[in-house]
Antibody
C-alpha cells in the first residue's frame, strides 16, 4: 500500500527555521517525483514545486523559489521541505504528494497525498 | 484569483446531478493539457478523483465523470449523496507560466 506520512504540526516564531518531512512507503521512492502543495487557512491549493528523488532535480513555482528548499534522503525514503526564515504568512497546511507519471511530470496528477503538516508561525 | 476559474460554490439535493466548471486559457486547458480533479473532504487531504481528463482511479465510483471543451473542463456528479459534500479542485499545466495550476476550488453543498 502506497503511503506518504508527514511529520507533525509545528508552531514557530517569525525568523525561525523549519524542516518538515514526508516519508514514503509501498513503492520505489525513486520512481516518482514528489510535489509540495500549500493550503493557507480557508484557501485553495497552491503548487510549490516538485523534486525527483532519484537525482534531486527540482522544479519550483516561481512564487516559492528562494522562499523554500526541497530535498530528499533516498536512504530513508523521505522528502523534505524547509524554510530558512519563517514569516507569519507561511502559516498554512503543507501537503506532500506523489506525481503519478514520472515522464509527464508537471502534466501529471498527484495520485497519493500525505496527511498534511500544519505550520503555524507567530509574529 | 486563480488562472483556472471555478465557481466558489454549487449545491444540489440528494439524487440530483451537479456540474462544476473549470475555465482556463489557451495556454493551459485550451492547449490540450490534461485536466485532473480532486475531492477534499472537510479536514482531510485532497484525494485524486479524475486523472487525464476522464479516468477514475480504482475505487472512485462512476457517478463522477469529467469532460472538456475548448478552454474549459467540467466535473459532473450524478446521484448526489451526502458524503459528496466537499471542496473540489481542478488541476492542469500552463505553458506560458510553466507552472502546475490548481483551480480556486468549489464547495459542494448537498442540501
Amino acid at each position: 500500500e502506497v503511503q506518504l506520512v508527514q511529520s507533525g504540526a509545528e508552531v514557530k516564531k517569525s525568523g525561525e527555521s523549519l524542516k518538515i518531512s514526508c516519508k514514503v512507503s509501498g513503492y520505489s521512492f525513486t520512481n516518482n517525483w514528489i510535489g509540495w502543495v500549500r493550503q493557507m487557512p480557508g484557501k485553495g491549493l497552491e503548487w510549490m514545486g516538485i523534486i525527483d528523488p532519484d537525482d534531486s532535480d527540482t522544479r519550483y513555482n516561481v512564487s516559492f523559489r528562494g522562499q523554500v528548499t526541497m530535498s530528499v534522503d533516498k536512504s530513508i525514503n523521505t522528502a523534505y521541505l524547509q524554510w530558512r526564515s519563517l514569516k507569519a504568512s507561511d502559516t498554512a497546511m503543507y501537503y506532500c504528494a506523489r506525481l503519478q507519471s514520472r515522464s509527464r511530470r508537471l502534466l501529471s496528477a498527484f495520485d497519493y497525498w500525505g496527511q498534511g503538516t500544519l505550520v503555524t508561525v507567530s509574529s | 484569483q486563480s488562472v483556472l476559474t471555478q465557481p466558489p460554490s454549487v449545491s444540489g439535493a440528494p439524487g440530483q446531478r451537479v456540474t462544476i466548471s473549470c475555465t482556463g486559457k489557451s495556454s493551459n486547458i485550451g492547449a490540450d493539457f490534461e485536466v485532473h480533479w480532486y475531492q477534499q473532504l472537510p479536514g482531510t487531504a485532497p484525494k485524486l478523483l479524475i486523472f487525464d481528463n476522464n479516468n477514475r482511479p480504482s475505487g472512485v465510483p462512476d457517478r463522477f465523470a469529467s469532460s472538456r471543451s475548448g478552454v474549459s473542463a467540467s466535473l459532473a456528479i450524478t446521484g448526489l449523496q451526502a458524503e459528496d459534500e466537499a471542496d473540489y479542485y481542478c488541476q492542469s499545466y500552463d505553458s506560458s507560466l510553466s507552472v502546475l495550476l490548481f483551480g480556486g476550488g468549489t464547495k459542494l453543498t448537498v442540501l
